[in-house]
């Protein structure tokens, strides 16, 4: 792979991983209805940073400074899965999350919509797949991705 090629690979790395994993993330609220709780939310505002980011690198890819904005963004994606490590062991019980619970109300009557809002723990994993939940997977996913971007961006800074 040349130097071009592992800067373009990171760049489309940087913009794809946030945008992929927020995707999935919406598709499982809103298509499967799992609520995302407090510590959920945390995980996608890195991504969210990430994928305006993302963006902007693919838009300036020509643009020297499009290297830095997938830089910026990979730390935006490190960081989600880092939070989605913390998250992952609230969920396992290997340490005490938030002492307290949120819930999301949704609808135009506040009041109705609080007191029928579903109350959603940090400390239960609404959904696993061979026993890894989705802050697990976010962890797995957006850290690999994060290594790889940076060493793309490496790779991609040499001659």
């Known amino acids: 792979m040349t130097a071009a090629q592992a800067r373009n690979t990171a760049i489309t790395l ?4 946030p945008l992929v994993l927020l995707g999935g993330a919406y ?10 709780c407090e510590m959920c939310w945390w995980q996608r505002y890195p991504h969210f940073a990430a994928l305006v980011l993302g963006a902007l690198a693919v838009v300036l890819r020509r643009q020297p400074g499009a290297v830095p904005l ?3 963004a990979a730390i935006a ?8 490590a913390y998250h992952a062991g609230v969920e396992y019980k290997w340490w005490e999350g938030l002492t307290t619970c ?5 609808g135009s009557n506040a009041l109705d919509s609080i007191l029928n809002a579903p109350l959603i723990r940090c400390d239960q994993a609404q959904w696993t797949l061979f026993g890894i939940s989705l802050a697990g997977y976010n962890f797995l996913i957006s850290t690999a991705s994060a290594i790889l971007i940076f060493a793309l961006l490496r790779k991609g800074g040499r001659s």
């Open 102 to 106: 949120t819930t999301m109300a949704l």
């Open 27 to 36: 598709l499982s609220q809103y298509g499967f209805g799992l609520v995302p």
């Open 14 to 17: 940087a913009f794809v991983t």
């Open 77 to 84: 994606i490190l960081a989600s899965g880092l939070i989605g």
């Open 70 to 72: 997938a830089g910026l």
